[in-house]
């Protein structure tokens, strides 16, 4: 269903929506290209002229600086014109109707909608509804997560661990309620990853998980033995609201990526995190600074791989 | 009064506050040059050097995203570099005056004022506070208009129908409390329409606005017989609360502009909207997003004239 | 303690976090920088290359539309990319704690920060925290000043002044609470004024100031005698609250600068405030708009000597 929308007919990308059934060969493009652009920040005079005089928007009907962030800043080191939105206050205030305003966007000459929006279809909507050569990147909506994310996790890993086919991965945490998660896995799997394992507590990591093709864990310690990579998610307060795990204290105790559970995993395993981190939480402060631990890394690439998305949605 | 603030001795536009006695010759220059920067927003590089280097500053004294985006695209499409600053939670929150505000930033080497405020009367003060060299657009008032909406609309006029002379137009709505309707008026009598119509409830089309040299009527099916441009207006909350105008869906039974009440016009008439629009209020769906319909074109030609005045301030 | 934070090992400046112990050569290196920075502002293209493709976050934890406004237009002017972040409303709600936000920003290849912070070590921290090449700058915690103040106070009073050494100054107002006051004792220090001298009630100007090596006097008249530079200071209404001064007209007839007490100053004595002014309670209106004020000239030396210290740290 979605494959169609985002990938136009002759097999390029059109829109980055969702990871879901986008083919190994595109993510493999994006994460090539991500790599060219890497030394870009590295450089004094961080530009690029690709989407010089270009109309980039950034759409975001609820409130995160730290994404908005990342993608002004790709949007800007390729050189585009940055105009940033924060609806909820605005426009929308006044009753117009999603699709009415981007159609005067559009009419602005936009060349491009960054779009965050608590409802995880709008960026599909506006997708559907633009002109051709106008382009959507799916940039979230509330807790859940965002294409982005799961490819710059993809190119973490294999800036790290070079070959896919036979790593063993775990994600601890909130599976059940977590785009991240879905996300990482979908473009695991594409890359060629055999062993996804999933664990945390059974209310976020319930028996039924086991459908995607990965295995379940319960139990974090044998969850974590032998893997390459461990992936641990931010714990979201509504969790706990909702009652579906017990104290912050408690989860850390029984889930908490300690610095004792980590050395159950392979000895060069790479620890990684979406941010931001709730220290004593879901991870050890020791874990997050130690030296296993690439957080830091991943919102590096994830500049880069913004900057590969925006700049290959272009051509 | 106003026209020696705005125009200087030698007859070129020093600042754009008002549509009221600026001479046709100097709207046509806006036009023409608005003409010549329409291409520039098809292109794939959107840049004019016009404007590079200089400071504009967007002065919003009350919130208006969708204005406030359409100036700082303008701004950024000349290269210029636009700072925007919200004004109402912070210096003024401090009691520093307005002018004395102004005279800060022009400390800080501004060179274009577009100002937004409550008070209609701001962009004026402002205008005859600063130096030489500096240059202030009246960015509108609350609900009411500002000058380069009747400049757009008179541009979007003479792109669909060439000559002003033989035109029939009849504008829909809130005349009464519309700065969009009058400064629509101004601009199309020094443009040389002859026939302008004005059609409402009593309440918002008074017989009294005879005196601007338009015709009052208070049955739009008679108003729009023949006409070659409709324009309808947005209708206020306001008006509604103030029991100006019965409920929104006996307004549209009466004033709001259908399939049937369009088919009363010219068969070729063009249908105008300031935006946003309220649909199946003062417009039906399908009439706005009918073949008549020339609201999202006025959108983008609202970008090339904020351009052209832009440039043609700057010179 | 904080010199060897800010000053490198070759004595290049790497962050300027404050005016204590900053070394007199240091200041004036930087006051001749923004000298030649001086004229860019007057041409029509006010951008220089300087800092082209760098990223220069302005990190504001408390709202100061004024200050930002004036590093950001310092930023642009040298082509920096500006990503302005206010924090209070985001990150830092979801109880990120400040050093994970630097790193992630550090991580997204930022070179400089610009921050204002309630607590005023805020930037120290940060400073200390982040990696060799990133460069901070301190824009002031609340009604407190910073050191760019400073030095564009000393960047004035040099403009009309020319010698140090043979100055008599005056600063009226809250001595005790104001950075503005120490930052500029501090500084004009540095650069070799014998005659500082400070007024106001005893609440806020009380004899122990004479430690940092001022005259202190409680009146007015007295301490304004003969003086070449008169700086008044803004009174903030927390004092008044805190029943530290009486009511503000009382403050004005005791201590406010009108034009009867600058006539006991040096007939060519110049009138400096940092603003925003209180017109009628620290300054009378036809001493803020005479001959002698220099209030605006501050404002745009202020540009300059921002534009100065962002691309001293650069090199």
């Known amino acids: 269903m979605t494959d169609d929308i985002q990938i136009n007919g002759g097999g390029k990308l059109r829109h980055l929506l969702t990871l879901e059934n986008l083919p190994g060969e595109l993510v493999t493009e994006i994460l090539d290209r991500a790599q060219t652009f890497l030394s870009v ?6 530009k690029l002229p690709l989407l010089r005089g270009r109309s980039v928007f950034n759409l975001f009907f609820e409130n995160s600086t730290r994404t908005r962030t990342t993608f002004e800043i790709a949007a800007k080191r390729l050189s585009a014109d940055v105009v940033n939105l924060n609806i909820a206050t605005s426009s929308q205030s006044k009753g117009e109707s ?34 051709k050569g106008i382009h959507v990147i799916n940039a979230g ?3 859940h997560s965002h294409p982005t994310q799961g490819l710059l996790d993809a190119f973490t890993i294999r800036h790290f661990k070079k070959d896919f086919s036979r790593l ?23 890359l ?20 995607m093709g990965v295995s379940v864990y319960n139990d974090v310690d044998s969850a974590i033995k032998g893997v390459d990579v461990v992936t641990t998610l931010r714990l979201q307060n509504e969790r706990m609201k909702a009652s579906l795990v017990p104290s912050a204290q408690e989860f850390y105790e029984k889930y ?6 980590l050395a159950l995993a392979h000895s060069d395993a790479i620890v990684m995190h979406p941010g931001p981190i709730n220290r004593g939480v879901e991870i050890a402060s020791n874990v997050a600074d130690g030296p296993q631990a690439v957080i830091l890394r991943q919102v590096t690439f994830g500049i880069a791989v913004r900057m590969a998305v925006m700049s290959l949605l272009h051509e």
């Open 168 to 190: 063993k991965i775990v994600i601890i945490g909130d599976i059940l309620h977590s785009r991240v998660a879905r996300s990482q896995i979908h473009v695991l799997k594409a």
């Open 141 to 143: 909506a509330g807790s």
């Open 256 to 261: 908490g990526l300690t610095k004792e559970r």
């Open 192 to 211: 060629g990853v055999n062993e996804i394992r999933v664990a945390g507590p059974e209310t976020l990591v319930p028996e039924t998980l086991s459908d």
């Open 98 to 131: 999603l699709l009415d305003m981007i159609d005067n966007l559009v009419a602005m000459q936009a060349d491009m909608f960054v779009v965050r929006h608590a409802q995880s279809d709008a960026a599909y909507m506006i997708a559907k509804h633009v002109p």
């Open 41 to 46: 920040g590295d450089r004094k005079t961080k």
